[in-house]
Every structure is written in C-alpha cells, then in structure tokens.
C-alpha cells in the first residue's frame, strides 16, 4: 500500500513538473518564467547562491547573543506549542484533497497508512521551505554557521512543529471524546497557564531584581534582560525541549552543529511516534475540510475568491435607481452595494472632517508641527503608491467580469456603456481616496512656514489643481486591467490561479510594467499641453492662474484620452469573442 | 421571430457551426440537440450576440442583430444554464438593475407579479447565496422576463433542479410560447423536448442533420414504425452504437 502512494506522490509531482514545463512552449507563460526567473536571482537568490555552501566568516555577535536569540526562539515555540493546546477548537483533521478523499479512505488503508501518506506529502513542502527560506533569509551572515545546517535547522524546527500540531488536534480530539469541550479546555489551559506563568514570575522577581531604565536603552540590553529572564528555572526547565529543537539552527560550527543534532532528532522521532500510535478517528473532519479546501480553490479559479466571507446581510442601495436614466449608473449603483454600506459619501466627508480637525490640532503647536511634514509626505507617497496599487487590486473584479461577461453581452448595451459602467465604482472610490490623501497634504503643508513660491494659498490651489486631474487619471489607469482582460485574455485568467509558480510571477510584474507604461504615455500629452498652458499662465504674471490653467488644460486631455479609451474597449468587447475563453 | 441564415462560426481552421438556417415562428419552441460537441451553445451564443459569428446573418423579431444590436437585444432573454447573479444583491435589487438596463418604467409591477407567479414574493429581500439552487434559476427567469422578451434563449434549463422545479420551468416555457414567443432550447435531455417542444434542429459536427416539427423529424427517420425522439436522435447523428441500444430498449 505504501508503494501505491508513494507512486501516487511522485506520479502527482512528476505530471505537476512536466505540465508546467510543457506550458513554457506558450509565449505568455515563457517571458512569465523569464520575468520572474530574472527577479528572483538579481533580487534574492544572487548573493546566497554565492555564499550557500560556505561557511560564514563565524559569527559577527558575540556568543552570548546567539544564546539569547535561540532562548527567545525556544521562547516563541512554546507559545506556539501552548496556544495549539489550548486555542483551536476545530475537529482533528488532517488536510486532503477531495481527490484524496475519494480515493484513499474507502480503499483498504488503515489510519496510520493514512497518516504516514499525510505526513510524507508535508514533507515535501516543508523541505522545500526550509531550503528557500536558508536562502532568502542568509542567516550566516549574521550569526555565522553553513546554510546547509541552516536549512537542516529549519526542516527539523518545522517538521516537528507539523508533527506536534497535528498530535496536539489528536490529543484535543481525545480529550473531546472524554467529554472535556472546547470551552472548558480553554479554561483549565488557561488556569495552568496563569500557574506555570504565576510561578515563574515569583521565582523572577526574588533572582532577578528588576533593570533600571538605562540598562535596557538599546537592543543589547533589552536581548541581556530578556536572556537572563530565559534561563532562569522554572522557565529555563520548560524551554530545555524548544532549546534542543531550535539549537541547530543556531549551531556555529559543524561540531556544535552535530552535537545539537542529537536531541532535536530525538524530539523528531518521538513526535512522529506519538502521532503514529493516536488512534483518532480525523476522518468527518477531514472530509469537510477537503470540501472547503476544494470550494475555494474552485472560487479562486474562477475569480470569485474575496478577502472576508460570503455576504450574509442584504445591503441598503447608496442612491434610488431610477428605471429609466443613464444606463451606466446602473453598475456604479450595483457596484456601490457590493462594497458595502462604509463606501459612503457620509463615511467621505466625516474622513475629511477628521483630517482638517486632525491636521489643525497639530498645526496649533509649535512642538507638533514637526508631525505635519511627516503626515504630509506619508499622505503624498501613499496617493502616489494608490494610482498603481488601485488598479492593480482591481484585477480580480476585472477577471469577475469576466465570467459574467456572456449575460453583460447579451444585455441591449453598447460595448462602451459596459466598460464605463464597470469603470464607474472603482474610478470614484480611487478618486475620493486620493482627494482625501490631497486634502491631508495641503492641510499639512499650508501651515507650514512657505517654501519659495509654495505660501498657504497657493499650496491649496495647487492641490485643488492636483485634484482635478486625479478622476481622469484614476479612469485611465483603471482601462489598463481591462484592455488585459480584452486583449491578453489568457494572462488575466492564468494570473488568477492559486500561485502558479515562477511564470505567473513574472506574469504579475509585467503587468505591473504595463502600468507604469500607460501612466507615462497618458501623462506625456497632458503634461506637454499643461506646460504650455502652465507658460502661458506665468505669462500673464499669475501663479494661481497658471496652475489653474495648467490643470483645466491636462484634465481635458485626460478627458480626451479616457473618452477614447473607453469607446476604444467598447468597440473591442463588443468584437470581444468570449467562445474563445469560455467553455464551449 | 428568429431566424438564422446560414450561421457559420470558426475557430481557426475548426468550423464549430457550419452554414446553419432556420426560423422560429412566435409561439414556437424550437429544441436543438445534438451530442456533446456538435455546435449548440455556440450556436445558441452566435444568435444572442454574445459571440461574433464568422458569417451569416441572426434576425431577432424582425431586427438584424449585426445591423441593430442593441434594438435586436430588446426582444431578448438568455437564460443560461448556471444561473449567474450578483452575489451582492437583492432578488430585489437585481430585478431594479435590469429594469434600469431595459428602461422598463413599470418594473415594480411588473416585477412583484413576475415574483409572486413564480413564488418568490417572500424571498425578495434576500442574497442569492440565501436562495436554494431552484430558487436562483427561478431568479435568473424572472431577470430575463421582466422587460417581456419575444426571443428566448434557454441553454440547459433543467440543469440542477428538483421534480418541482423542472415542472414549473416547463411550465414557464409553455406560457411564454402561447403568449407569442420564440422560444430556442437547448439540451441534452430528449424527454424534455417531446414535452415542450413544437419542432426540433438536431446538430452534428456543427451541421444541421434534421429540423422542422417533431411530427416531420420522426416521419422523416421513423421508416413508418412508432419511434422515439431517442431513436430518431440515434439515427439521424449515425449513432449507430446508440441507436441499437436504444432501439433494444422495451
């Protein structure tokens, strides 16, 4: 029977494997790889390819400082371990798929044949893991050590931890069958929580005397306390077992290394029999976590995957929709109750109320104007950051639409009125988000002492001037998800999967370079005219008026430009052929 | 009215429908079948304008759909087989969207009498994710009825749905075609078309092996014995496999 399920998890791995090599022959998923081969090597793995395999130049930390951080590592871990007890209250289960399900439990397997399949397949990503993560983290070069011990450290750190999550929902599930429940566990952990805790804390305070505020000034005495506060029995005794399993992780040498590996391999092999002899029926459990898991991978695929839970209240409608109008207000108004009853001009307006509040409570001061810079600029780069980020949140409504996209068809509308009704919701919402983030940094900046030109009032007209500009913008930037969706079809959908490995990656950031492409396009115009009008208005001798100028005139062209934009993928989806995307 | 003159639809060098005509007078209900692969939804997709067609020309009461799409959707409902709605609103709410979409001034009325027939008069301010599978399709039907289509397009209707479900569809369908619509449905199940259906279009390989009534279809591969729409569905596709058991059948 083993032989059958390892053949299954090398024949599962090997097609996995030859699926996503095989799809390199098309071009979107071959510069996809490409992309994100290049970024993974220039921005994580060029270095630690170099320094993997070599010893570090031994530790640039005192000794002593190694034990403190492996104290607090051991620390960490029987948090972890204590919260698994005590928290969960879900039934024992161990994670199939429904394939595996269908397969495997009514064939003639015994549990434990179950469990060692269940155990193997984590094996595999926690090895994984571990190597990825000795990589990307290089720990040598702090500490000293090899990053092969490194990884070994961390594959026997979270190979034990699987092993005693999974034993510890065994226990809970036992002592449910004995008729302790959740609630009361909870409580009786607690209480021998507060004990242990109670106990340790009256041996601490007659060994330890508390620090004065000077000896924990900076990370080396806070780390000094709290080593001291670590090896303190009976605190020292309860960590011996979380120390053993993270000491070779922390090993410097081969030989501290080896002889650290004995007892952490111990705590290895008597988990893995502890979890091998709990005769615990995880079967019910497992099976509806297989169902669950299989329903969101199947909601993701189809681009239905949301951030919270299903919607479980109807919602108020933002405005009344008349029957007749116009019909792209329709999907602003549908869009509006989809993101809830806080997406409100009420909720706007109270924001602003609290920003001019806020901002002027600081101004009021001397001593806390120094905030308004830092408020401003973080209000500044956050707008700047949201004209990319937004669009790009955007994608898994694009890939919605798509599956909608045979009923919007059949619809008596024109391809235009579609794109601008499905642009409507998310153009307003970026847009009052960055007139609030504007609002913030003029409030800021105009009382602040003026810059040059830069005086209280023309700090607001320049904002107003900014603000004006910001809802076209924001349209343009959001045509960019759905020209993909029109034109690059096949991207958005293969974007959309669970992960998907180094090709969607690369997929991901070319798209975010079609981004940064398009704003520098749409903008070129928009500025070359603004400029001149911007000239012009310095001309006449009025800064007010040349930035006004400057912005009624690059508003218009990205009026211009958005209202192409929109005709240009209207006329495209209505040529759109979906056959070709859909199941036929 | 639809009528479908010599529809054609590519995929690259595959034709998935291939010259393909006929007409479905008001008050009659055409069924298309055929087996997995043999052109129907495309066909039922090209016709909506959901999809372009490689050539041909789609007439919907009257209106040519390449010429006039949006006045040829006007008379149309297509009814999917997976009813897809807006997890966000209302069953309520959807049907104030779609009024909006139509412009259908009187859609309150409209709306509460389309509820209360198809007994949802209780459930209108519920999320679909609180309807029942039945209750969606019911939901799906009543967007698609409101603004009071002469065409309708329903492509697998019974998919998912219980005895009382399945009746009250059937049910939808008849009414629609004595009130003087076109009705085209698409579907695997063969007792569903003898019930519903005035006239038959079997599809093969995206070509047009047999239309017209039921009577002419059965007269036209029935060689003057009593035979079922199973076997003529047999026989007219060259299912030669299919049309031995069926005809071995009691």
Known sequence: MIRALLYLQAMSMANAIRARLLRLKQPKYAFGALAGIAYLYFFLFRDAFRKFGQSGPGSDLPTEMGLQFAAIAAFVLLVMVAWSWIMPSARAALKFTEAEVAFLFPAPMTRRMLIHYKLLRSQLGILFSSILIALVLRRGVALGGNPFMHAAGWWLILSTLNLHFIGASFARERLLELGLHPARRRALGAMLLALVAGACWWWLRTRLPVPDADQINDLRGVLGYFGRVLALPPLSWLLLPFQWLVAPFFAVDLYSFLRALVPALGLLVAHYFWVIRSDVSFEEASIDVARQRAEKISAMRSGRMRLGSAPLKSRAAPFTLAPKGFVSLAFLWKNLIAVGPFYRLRTWLIACGIVIAGTLWLGADPARQSLLTIVAVIAISFAGWALIGGPMFMQREVRQTLSQLDILKSFPLRGWQIVLGELLSPMVLMTFAQWLLLLTAAMCFSQLPARGVFDPSITVIAAVAIALIAAPLCGLLLCVPYAGLLYFPAWMESSSGTGGGIEVLGQRLLMFGGYVVVMALSLLPAAALGGIAFLLGQWLGNLTLALLLTSVVAGAVLVMELTAAVTWLGEKLERFDLSEEMPR | ?250
């Open chain 2, 1 to 250: 009215m639809i009528e479908v003159s010599q529809l054609s639809k590519n995929y690259g060098d595959f034709a998935a429908v291939r010259d393909l005509s006929f007409v479905v007078r008001p008050g009659e209900v055409m069924g298309l079948v055929g087996p997995n692969g043999a052109g129907k939804t495309t066909t039922l997709r090209c016709a909506a304008g959901i999809i372009p067609a490689t050539a041909g020309t789609v007439t919907l009461g009257g209106i040519d759909l390449a010429a006039d799409p949006i006045a040829a959707k006007r008379q149309l409902a297509f009814i999917p087989d997976e009813p897809r709605l807006f997890e966000h609103l209302t069953v309520w709410q959807h049907l104030n969207f779609v009024a909006r979409l139509y412009g259908i001034s009187d859609y309150a009325l409209r709306g509460e009498s389309l509820l209360a027939d198809l007994e949802m008069t209780d459930k209108k301010h519920l999320l679909p994710g609180e309807l029942s599978r039945g209750m969606k399709q019911k939901l799906a039907i009543a967007c698609g009825l409101l603004h009071q289509p002469r065409v309708v397009f329903f492509d697998e209707p019974l998919t998912g749905l219980d005895p009382g479900g399945i009746r009250r569809m059937k049910d939808v369908m008849r009414r629609l075609a004595r009130d003087g619509a076109a009705l085209i449905l698409s579907s695997h199940l063969l007792s569903l078309l003898e019930e519903v259906c005035t006239h038959v279009l079997i599809l093969k390989d995206g070509s047009k092996m047999a239309d017209g009534t039921m009577a002419e279809v059965r007269a036209r591969y029935s060689e003057g014995t009593d035979m079922s729409l199973e076997d003529v569905f047999f026989r007219a596709t060259g299912d030669a496999e299919g049309a031995g058991t069926a005809a071995a059948k009691p």
